[in-house]
Every structure is written in C-alpha cells, then in structure tokens.
C-alpha cells in the first residue's frame, strides 16, 4: 500500500484501534505501579511520547518514555513497562523487555507479531496484537490508541477512546479541508527548512510532524517548544535566514502567557525567517486536538513528497544502517 493510501486510510485505522483497545483483554495488575515506562522507537515510539504528555496534563501516573537500550535504573518490580513495536523484533525494545523481566517489572507489549509477541507469550504477558505489514509511521493510530486504551482500562485517565472517536469523526467530515490546508502549507515549505514551534504540552506532536517530514518527504528540519526557546533558541535569530520556514502550532488551551510568548516570537521571526505560518488546531479538548495535528501533520509531509517529487515510503539508509549493525556481534 502506497503512503497516499495509508494517510487516507488513517480514521479507519483509528476506528479498528479503537475496538482493538476495547476488545483487548488486560488483567488486573498485581499492584498499582509507582510509575509507568513506554519503550519505544521510532514510528513505535512516537505514541509513547505524545500519551506521555497527555496523560501528565490529564492522568494521574507518571510516566517515561525510554527509547534507547537501557531501562532507567530505578525501575523495578515496582514498575509497569509497556513494550511497543510494531515488528515486534526492534533491538533496543528487545533490549529493555530482557531488562524488565530481570527487574521482575509488571510487563503489558504492544506487536504485530515478532520477537516481542513470542517473548511475552513465553512469559505470560499481556499482548495486545495490532495489523502489521506497513510501516511502523503509517500505523500509530494502532499503537498510540493501545496506549491509551492501557491507561484508561487502569483509570489512569477518562474518556480517551472517546475523544479518539470525536476525532475520527472530524476528519472523515472534514477530509477535504485538512487536504486544501497541508497542500498549502507543503507548497509553502517543500523547499525550505522547516522550523516547528509549539507550546509546551504539545512537543509531542512537533516531533511526530518533524519525524514525518524526515521520513516522508525527505527534509531535514528541526523543532522547538515554547517557552524554553525563549531562553535560548531565540537569540539565534539574530541574521535573516531566508532558506528557512518558521511554522507556529498554535491551540486554544496554550497558557496565556506561552500564547503571549509565541505572539512576540513570530513578530520577531517573521522579519527574520523566509517564510512564516501560523496553524491553529481543531478539537474540543487536548486529545482531540493532539489527533487533528497528527492527522494534518501526515498530510504535509505527503504534499511535500510530491512537490519535492520524492518517494514517501523509500527508507534506503535506514535499511543500510540495519544491514550494517546486524553484521556486529
């Protein structure tokens, strides 16, 4: 399947995520977890960061999110670890589930099948089996909305699944009008760098929207958070950088003061900057509006392929660098 097909196919994966989440049997945990640790990488990671985010402005957990080969030292049986990766056979995902089963952690994966699914199989471990066979990019509706469903089943959070389903619902009623806004906005940045700037709360979405324009479209590009830039980023804008695309995510619920702060920084940017934008979100509450960034965000990154006149779904280095590592020991 093209990545035309798959961005298309997106509120569909959401509405089989939705009843995946809701069908999925989870035990009771054997005691409430001091915290909660995603592992994750890549197109499989991306979830954790965003339900990251989320659930410290809307649960009642803390959690973390590790993308690397190693566990934070505190984690221990005290701890519940949700392995997510779509193969099921990402190395540094393998890496930490062997590291929870030794810290004797609760353990919940999240797979299409691989190694991962075989593991927890073997050691009694909840798996929530997700499709495969397309790219891990092209499926986090599947893992993020597991994610979810994993919190709201242990009342870490409320009415996630349903706010994934208002979402769904906008962008199949508003398909058309998410197509004309990511043409415009891809046009305006295929052949610039793209520079993100959002408020704190939805770094998240930043990253998912960079990471696609990286994989997709095939830009370097990079991202930022408001208000911490302020403290530094923000004097690198001392000379004009007309290669550059500023682009401002903006959302009803940014503190004031951080909407003050991204107000006072596109003045300063947009005489600096080659091209600026100012994007506003849609949705009635975070979640519903983390999705419509999502959603919006994939679409650019597929109009930039196009104009760029790139293939959207090729990752040759990507693949050359996992050749490579498998040949060391």
Known sequence: MQMLSLIEAFPKQLAEAIDIARSSTLHDLKFTPQHVVISG???SGIGGSIVAEYVAHEGKIPVHVCKEYHLPAWVNEQSLVILSSYSGDTEE?????HQAVERKAQVICISSGGTISKLAQEHGFDLIQIPGGNPPRACLGYSLVQLLGIFERYRWIENALQSVENARQHMVEKAASYQREAESIAKAIAFSTPVIYTCAGYEGIAI???QQLNENSKM??????????NHNELVGWADKNP???????????????????MDICLTIISSKAGKFLEVNSEGNNRLERMLYWIHLGDWISWYASVERSVDAMEINV???LKAELSNLQ
Do not use: Q
């Open 220 to 229: 370097l590009c990079w991202h930022h958070v408001i208000p911490e830039m």
């Open 41 to 43: 990488l890549g197109g």
């Open 208 to 210: 998912r929207f960079r």
């Open 93 to 97: 995902t393998l890496s930490t589930f």
């Open 243 to 261: 290669k550059i695309a500023a682009l401002f995510f903006r959302n009803d619920d940014d503190f004031y003061r951080s909407a003050k702060r």
């Open 318 to 320: 990507i693949n050359r």
